[in-house]
């Protein structure tokens, strides 16, 4: 069992490892580089563009340097002391610009997995018991609609309701009055209240494909063999179908999470964009275009960091939940 | 009669699918009395365990089940299960506490999930005690009883720490925990091997004479069908086509279908050599079925004209000895075919 | 009659109810019942035509501007007349704008003075069809100087309509495209750990693992922005289509790998290798029949991905770049969500997506039920 664990961290460890040789590498796959970026765009707004300081610029960010020995610059100290590294493009350390950031995409996923649960299980439970209902084609074609909907335009959709309705702009996190405040309880609060939108708009997608992906499953788990044996023995049908069936869908849906997880990264980073949160998605896309490494390495590296260890704890979780698992892992 | 346990009278199980009506049972006739031995025999697909699930009534929720089946409880008046609600107090009382039932696959049987010991008390906790040490006792003392070693230590254990066999008499025990008055056992050995089953059968036989039980044993395999029953039912395609003692089937077996079946059993002996018998054609889906015996196209000795017309009934063409023949004249008496035979307007 | 059918009818044959079909047919009849499934193949090749011969169908060059027409609605297609006169051919009236000053916004009103009747086959600009005929006919239009806008147009006073069929093509394809190049690096991998297995099994497990686990837009965000900016529409193109299908491999390899292992064990494969057939006479006659359908299947349910992912790409400017044309670049004029709010049709791309992709789902969906034609009798 502990050998097992062990494996599994050092494997995590790997993959994290790898993410940040290949993420570094394909950032600066594309021809030029963050000066070349910057000295066009002080070209194009029409400034002077002073040599020197790009010269000096170059130095100090490493960019003369093999880009292997750049990686080296970025990963040693990341590593050892946790030093993200300055970013090129705000001239500024890296942690503290997406410090709050990835905690805002980590709370919006978060939330938006507990949504998709918690809609979706009663939802497909009533679906399959009443498979072929009115019900039951009213939410999978719902479900449909949802799946086939890309995030941005439901997030569009949503803003455009909003603003037609209600006369309001929807986005951001946060009111204007919590906007720079340090955290406290009252900030938090006020971020609860502005969950529910984007939670709701990140995760359709998820919650539709669960609904459909649980709904067969338990169509499936119906017609096993333990569930007749279940009957046979007289139980009572709504306790017979909660404690088999149910329980043994469970299993599919806890280690779901792990594929849920990069999925609902994904959906947050591109509705933040339409929405204009404060997440790390908007912040990475612009580090992207503009080549801004340090940046954009630390991004896409933390990110796998919280999908990874995602992954790893819904793991943990089947194993508890699935004495099979448990039994083929300890041996 | 007076100790009958279960009558069957011409029960029907039809189950409408999109492709057609689909008549897995298809009005058949039997009676089980206590403390008796009944074999219901006959290929993949005749319909046999839809019967046995109709009387359960576990068949699927769409499918339409008339007749009558009559329990005659230990104590209280006859039920017609077939009149009681699928999912009500009473069946469910009957389920597990009065019939018991044991599946083919000893495996899927389980749920993978929960230890033995859970699901077994699970079913005494139904129907016998409340108490959750008083059903561990009698699920441990069980276990014991169906020959596993160990027990208490097994009751904590899933059912993929245990060996087929185990498995299965596991299923036993959980059967037995309610002293049912009827054991239904669909193919309880089919899916052990064969030194397995001759222990499993052994134990049922035995189990048998300590809890007076009757078992309704359902099988393909006719072996098995000579070591554990006193009657038979040979099943076709939703209809029962002969039913008799286990003597007569073996060496008088008067449906042309029977001996079929009998004759392809392998044999070990001077003929040995011999190639092995097997019955043509294969068995028609009862989707749509045309009218007519059922065994029309692959019999030897059908009579066109007559057989693929008119089904023929279940009728004693012997003492105690029950054929749908009409190579019998008693069976085609029965059905007045003579004044049909001229008419061949092909009505049932 | 001849006296052949004579004797026939005497000695009528044995009828057996039933009737041997091939696993093909089996598919086939079953899907085939699933109307929906059946409905949306059609709809969906009807989309392929539409998409292929979209320049015959547009009304319009997807580049052509009208300068006096920014961010006209749709344009109202009439029956009755302002008099009530019914008229067979259906015919639009002249559009007439007028700039609201306190907004900026055009207003556009219908001009019942001058009407202009739909026309078919009409002559209107030249274009190529399928990259080789000079024509200029197109399916329908309204004769200059009345303009016939189905779907509004654009900021630029493009026909949107127009541009929609041209960008269906490119979103079309786009997905065929990166599924060809997915399907054959998933048939590569899934196939060489399946039928290998041991230590490249276990490496090539490792790496899907490792691809699924990361994030698949940032990916695909990175894989992008790889795409050199000077790269032509076609060059963005096919890259794009390589970054879809290198992030969309691994669910294919995963089908492959788990099909052709659990298929290695069936018995039939087992018989086959004991009566001496060869590897490749297993492979081709045995093991690839057996999951052809659930690669279909699979095939079918990826392209939404891909169309899905091209979309959510191009309208975050790193997928296709204009002047190209994909629903993906369409919606892009949608970003700004005052305009989208004013000008509503502009959304009409995002709902086009949306169709296809659940006509995709639904064919996906009938196709996987009818391929195991066995399991509901």
């Known amino acids: ?331 | 009669m007076d100790d009958v346990l279960l009558d069957v009278q011409d029960l029907k199980t039809y189950l409408p699918l999109e492709e057609g009506l689909l008549k897995a049972v298809d009005g058949i006739s039997f009676t089980i009395r206590r403390g008796e031995t009944i074999g219901l025999v006959g290929e993949s697909g005749c319909g046999k365990s839809m019967a046995v699930r109709s009387i359960m009534r576990l068949a699927p929720n769409f499918a339409n089940i008339s007749g009558r089946v009559i329990y005659h409880p230990q104590e209280g008046d006859p039920v017609d299960i077939v009149q009681l609600d699928a999912h009500g107090e009473r069946i469910r009382d009957i389920r597990g506490g009065e019939i018991a039932m044991i599946f083919q696959e000893p495996m899927t049987s389980f749920s993978p999930l929960h230890t033995i010991g859970n699901q077994i008390t699970e079913a005494i906790r139904v129907h016998r005690t409340q108490d959750r040490k008083q059903a561990h006792k009698i699920a441990i003392d069980l276990l014991g009883r169906v020959g596993m070693s160990n027990p208490s230590q097994r009751m904590s254990e899933h059912p993929h720490q245990l060996s087929g066999g185990m498995r299965q008499r596991a299923m036993i025990a959980m059967a037995l925990s309610c002293e049912p008055s009827l054991l239904i056992a669909d193919e309880p050995t089919t899916a052990l091997d064969v030194t397995v089953q001759a222990q499993v059968l052994q134990l049922m036989r035995d189990l048998q004479d300590e809890f007076g039980m009757s078992i309704l044993y359902i099988t393909h395999d006719l072996g098995v069908i000579a070591r554990m029953v006193q009657h038979v039912a040979v099943m076709y395609l939703g209809k029962i086509v002969e039913f008799t003692d286990v003597d007569s089937l073996f060496y008088q077996a008067k449906h042309p279908y029977t001996s079929a079946l009998i004759k392809s059993i392998p044999k070990i002996g001077k003929k040995s050599r011999r190639r092995l018998e097997s019955i043509q054609g294969a068995v028609p889906v009862p989707i749509n079925r045309p009218p007519g015996c059922g065994f029309f196209p692959r019999c030897s000795v059908a009579i066109p004209g007559l057989c693929d017309r008119v089904d023929p009934p279940l009728v004693q063409v012997a003492p105690r000895h029950a054929a749908a023949c009409y190579v019998y004249p008693e069976v085609a008496e029965a059905a007045n075919v003579s004044e049909l035979e001229g008419q061949g307007d092909g009505t049932r | 009659m001849s006296t052949r059918s004579t004797v026939a009818e005497l000695t009528p044959p044995v009828e057996l109810h039933y009737e041997i079909l091939s696993q093909r047919q089996l598919i086939w009849r079953k899907f085939k019942r699933h109307r929906v499934a059946y409905f949306c193949m059609y709809f969906l090749v009807l989309f392929y035509v539409l998409a292929i011969f979209a320049e015959f169908f547009a009304p319009y060059g997807p580049f052509k501007r009208y300068t006096d027409y920014l961010y006209a609605p749709p344009t109202p297609i009439h029956f009755v007349d302002e008099n009530g006169a019914f008229s067979l051919r259906p015919f639009v009236y002249k559009i007439t704008s007028e700039l609201d000053l306190n907004t900026f916004q055009r207003a556009y009103t219908e001009d019942t003075s001058e009407k202009y009747f739909l026309q078919f086959f009409t002559k209107g600009q030249p274009y190529r069809l399928l990259g080789f005929i000079d024509t200029d006919i197109h399916l329908f239009g309204v004769d200059e100087p009345g303009v016939y806008f189905p779907s509004g147009t654009d900021g630029l006073g493009r026909d949107l309509f127009s541009r929609m069929l041209l960008g269906t093509r490119t979103s079309l394809f786009v997905g065929l495209m990166g599924l060809a190049v997915g399907f054959a690096l998933g048939l590569f991998f899934g196939g060489l750990s399946g039928y290998y297995g041991g230590g490249i099994d276990m490496l090539i497990q490792r790496l899907i693992e490792f691809l699924q686990s990361l994030p698949t837009l940032p990916l695909w965000m990175a894989l992008a922005a790889l795409v050199p900016p000077e790269w032509t529409p076609i060059q963005v193109y096919f890259g794009i289509s390589l970054v879809l299908a290198i992030v969309g491999w691994t669910g294919l390899a995963r089908v492959v790998r788990g099909k052709l292992i659990s298929l290695r064990e069936e018995d039939y494969v087992l018989a086959a290798k004991l009566s001496g057939l060869s590897e490749r006479a297993i492979i081709t006659r045995h093991l690839l029949p057996g999951f052809l359908s659930y690669l279909i299947v699979h095939l079918t349910l990826a392209i939404p991905h891909m169309i899905l992912g091209e979309t959510a790409l191009s309208f975050l400017g790193l997928g296709i770049q204009p002047p190209a044309v994909s629903l993906g670049t369409l919606l892009q004029d949608s970003q700004n969500v005052q305009t989208v709010t004013i000008n509503p049709w502009l959304l009409l791309p995002g709902g086009l997506v949306v169709v296809i992709v659940i006509a995709f789902n639904f064919l996906g969906d009938g196709l996987r039920d009818a391929a195991d034609p066995y399991k509901h009798l």
């Open chain 1, 1 to 331: 069992m502990l050998n097992y664990l062990l494996r599994r961290l050092l494997y995590m460890a790997i993959v994290l490892l790898l993410v940040s040789v290949l993420s570094f590498y394909i950032i600066n796959l594309p021809p030029g580089s963050w000066i070349q970026n910057y000295a066009l765009e002080l070209e194009a707004s029409g400034e002077i563009v002073d040599q020197e300081k790009l010269e000096f610029l170059k130095v100090r960010y490493g960019l003369d340097l093999p880009l292997h020995e750049q990686y080296f610059r970025w990963i040693i100290p990341l590593v050892t002391k946790g030093n993200f590294g300055e970013s090129f493009e705000w001239g500024q350390p890296v942690w503290p610009l997406i410090e709050e950031r990835l905690f805002l995409t980590m709370t919006i996923s978060i939330a938006s997995i507990i949504f998709i649960y918690v809609v979706s299980v009663p939802i497909a439970l009533y679906s399959a018991i009443n498979q072929y209902s009115i019900g039951d084609y009213f939410f999978s074609f719902l479900g449909l609609i949802g799946l086939a909907t890309p995030n941005f335009l439901i997030a569009l959709v949503f803003m455009i309701i909003m603003l037609r309705v209600f006369g309001v702009t929807p986005g951001g996190l946060f009111s204007p009055e919590y906007l720079r405040e340090p955290w406290s309880l009252a900030r938090f609060w006020d971020l609860l209240t502005h969950l529910p939108v984007p939670v709701i708009v990140v995760g359709t997608a998820g919650t539709a494909s669960l609904i459909r992906i649980l709904r067969a499953q338990l169509l499936d788990e119906f017609q096993k063999q333990y569930v007749l044996t279940a009957r046979s023995k007289g139980l009572r049908e709504r306790f017979l179908i909660i404690k088999y069936p149910l329980r043994m869908a469970f299993n599919p849906i806890v280690s779901g999470i792990g594929s849920l997880l990069p999925q609902i990264v994904s959906g947050s980073a591109i509705v933040s964009i339409v929405l204009g949160l404060p997440t790390t998605g908007p912040l990475l896309l612009r580090a992207l275009i503009a080549q801004d490494t340090y940046a954009a390495a630390s991004m896409l590296l933390m990110l796998s960091v919280l999908t990874v260890l995602g992954v790893f704890l819904s793991d943990m979780l089947l194993m508890w939940l699935d004495p099979r698992i448990r039994y083929e892992r300890a041996n």
